[in-house]
């Protein structure tokens, strides 16, 4: 999973990246810092894994990990090459989804690049510039089509949606933010189009505001998210930095004695996963335990081709029970095969988050 943490210059996006990756990327006062992206890759934290290694003394445990890219500063006239645009446009373009990161506090100390601090308007100057690149993708985009329905009549639907897809970015909205069909939304996101990625936005408030997330900044932002039906997540920059530096136990202190009940990283991960319609199966053993991601509905020799193709090309049958009764046998299969909580499970079984499975395959 690749997210591309994207927002205009000086609103937490480095020191962010910094916490959350421990990646040690530069975070200055001052716009573009950033150029290149920055890119790290965070573990997914998950108890799952940890205590089914635990119960088998696996020789190595392995987490699913996501992958951040730290994109430079937008500004307005992103899209006509204004801050190096059009090169951090084509960052954008490389990630599955766009952590959003606005800024949601008052601190006279940090410059804003448009001198005041306006949330949803800082949102509406970036979406009007990936706008903006979406329709001249498209304009190229129809002006092939149109040739193509000249000849071939087939071609027609998709000129009419490309057209209709074109009208609704020329009206100031996000691609997103359409009502499509299930075949036109697997055309349109075919396209890649900037504003057709999902989007969290990352609320960025001050340390004082953190335990109780509902400044007016914030309530700004989780009603314009909620009319394109985008998630708000609120973080604290300053304190996940402050976090990234203690360990498991301090960590968790720190957050009791902030009065906040869940990192900003746990929650960025979890809405990441629920935006991109994620979840994880398990496998265990002596040798290895290991948490594997795939998009919910999966059917089981998919899920078995996520450990080696071979595995999908041979499958037979998948021996799977959800890691919760497995729990309740203390791990042993022996005592879940005697209550009937050991299932096996055919081709169109569809894996469940949480399936502890072992593959059964022909070579």
Known sequence: MKLGIVGLPNVGKSTLFNAITKAGAEAANYPFCTIEPNVGVVTVPDERVTTLSKVYNSKRTIYTTIEFSDIAGLVKGASKGEGLGNKFLGHIREVEAIVHVVRCFDDPNVVHVDGKVDPVGDIETINMELIIADMEVLERRIARTEKQAKADKSARGDLELLKAVYDHLAAGNVARSMDLEDDQAAFIKSLDLLTY???????????????????????????????????????????????????????????????????????????????????????????????????????????????????????????????????????????????????????????????????????
């Not at 990352?202 to 309530?219: G, H, L, Q, T």
């Not at 990283?265 to 496998?283: G, Q």
């Not at 009937?340 to 169109?348: F, H, N, P, V």
């Open 197 to 363: 990625k999902p989007v969290i936005y990352a609320a960025n408030v001050s340390e004082d505001d953190i335990a109780d997330d509902d400044n007016e900044y914030v309530r700004a932002v989780k009603e314009f998210a909620a009319a394109e039906d985008s998630e708000v997540v609120v973080i604290c920059a300053k304190i996940e930095a402050e976090l990234a530096e203690l360990e498991d136990e301090e960590r968790e202190m720190f957050l009791e004695d902030m009065g906040i009940t869940e990192a900003g990283l746990d929650k960025l991960i979890r809405s990441s996963y629920a935006l991109l319609d994620l979840i994880s199966f398990l496998t265990t053993g002596e040798d290895e335990t290991r948490a594997w991601t795939i998009k919910r509905g999966t059917l089981a020799p998919q899920a078995a081709g996520k450990i080696h193709t071979d595995f999908e090309k041979g499958f037979i049958r998948a021996e799977t029970i959800a890691y919760d009764k497995l729990m309740e046998c203390d791990g042993r299969l022996s005592t879940a095969k005697e209550r009937g909580w050991l299932r096996s499970e055919g081709k169109d079984y569809e894996v469940k988050d949480g399936d502890v499975v072992h593959f059964l395959f022909n070579v």
